[in-house]
């Protein structure tokens, strides 16, 4: 049998798709011989091609994850609403033939091997996404080749996003690799991972991720770090003394300026400041300037709760109406330099109290995520009674409120959607953090996760960011599975996707 693959202009995400539809359909029938060509655009005049690219069948949308597939005896159109979302309609056309992708890794990659012919080949699907932000987060202990397998899998299960987290994620990687650093076998013996290391490998990580043209979140906690010369790449204590410039920035408590428990990274600072507000946004507005390929840069706060000023003049306001402070002047350095990034700010620990006196003034600068880390994962979204929240506590700086459940904490979410309504909004939860290291067969913490996914819009979510194990695919993989369904089709089932 011969099939002619004709790809549509000269984008990279599409080139691509080719290839691995290429190597697919090989790995299926290796007797079919593939005429593979390029055209500027769609010629009507080629007959019984298989086109591949944009076509016009789906409008252009760079937001909006949609996929066509109109094929009929080898022949028709595989295209989407934008180039990521071409290579998704690739991976789906294959799947229709039969191929699945469980999990991360070849292992995962189930393609059967068949005889086609041209009956074989047809499909019709016409699908859009239903929420916007699809995406996985770096965490626990990876490889370069974790990572890489990572990326590779998003966009065959329909998942748009990745993010590296920290200016350098190091903590992760040496996590890993620390195994590696005194075993004289090892070429690299007693040579630790220097952040210069970590920094290569992830610069080629992300042409896999420019390669499938996914959307890429950077940095997150660390604002309170890099631009003060401290190490953000873990939460590692600091050692020596403490530069006088650099304490009196530190959040004051009990009478002290000092880091929290030792680390800079979970350390808070005086956020009434000018100095620490300017030297923050500074660095964030230089920081997008030179890094254009980031989508969404996340600037948020300390890595740990009750920690925040005491000073005389922080104590005037909440939190987060400092942190609104800060993002409507992030906004204005921004909008003057001509940098268009796409600002996350987080609701997390205290910041789940929503400001009292500063708004947003330009939303559609930022997108609110929603981070629910004290979580009891008890009930589900789609079993919480949004008419019958619980009373919130008044907020008491630096006084205990963390074991706050489920229900509490969409209570905060929906306060604070009373002044963030109808914006960009996406969840970061962490079901494959801890959780599934208590269920070893996967099936509830599946089910659960599944059900949250596809309740998410009631929320007033457009997505979710997986905070997450990289490698939480034991035994089956079916949690990170049932994540990527209930975020592609709001409208499944467990059942099915079990």
Known sequence: MRLILARIGNDKTVKFAVKE?????KAMDNSVVLDIRKYEEK????????????????????????IYISVENGAGVISGSNERSVLMAAYRFMKEMGCRYL???????KIPERKLNYADLKAEVKETASYKHRGICIEGAVSCEHVYNTIDWLPKVGMNSFFTQFF??????RAYYERFYNDPNDRDFGNELSNDDIDAMVASLLEEVYKRDLVYHAVGHGWNCKPF????SGWDEYEGEIDENVQKILALRNGKREFNGGKPKNTNLCYSNPYVQNKITDCITEYCANNPNVDYLHFWLADDAMNHCECEECVKKRPSDYYVDMLNLLDEKMTKAGVNTKIVFLIYVDLLFPPIKERIKNPDRFALMFAPINRWYKDSYADIDLENLPQLPEYQRNKEFMRCGDAPNVAYLLEWRK??????????DYHLMWNHHKDPAGFNVAEFLYRDMISLHKLGLNGMM???????????????????SGLWDKNGSFEEVK
């Open 168 to 173: 350098t994620p190091g903590v992760f990687f």
């Open 419 to 428: 002044i963030f309504d109808g914006k960009d909004a996406f969840d970061f």
């Open 21 to 25: 539809l290429v190597r697919l359909i």
């Open 43 to 66: 010629d009507n005049s080629v007959k019984n091609a298989l086109w591949v690219g944009l076509d016009g069948s789906v409008k252009a949308n760079s937001d909006e994850d949609s």
């Open 466 to 484: 997986s905070c997450q194990r990289l490698r939480s695919a034991f035994p089956t993989g079916l949690s990170q599975y049932a994540l990527s």
């Open 229 to 232: 010369g401290f190490d953000d």
């Open 103 to 109: 999990y991360p890794g070849k292992n995962g990659e």
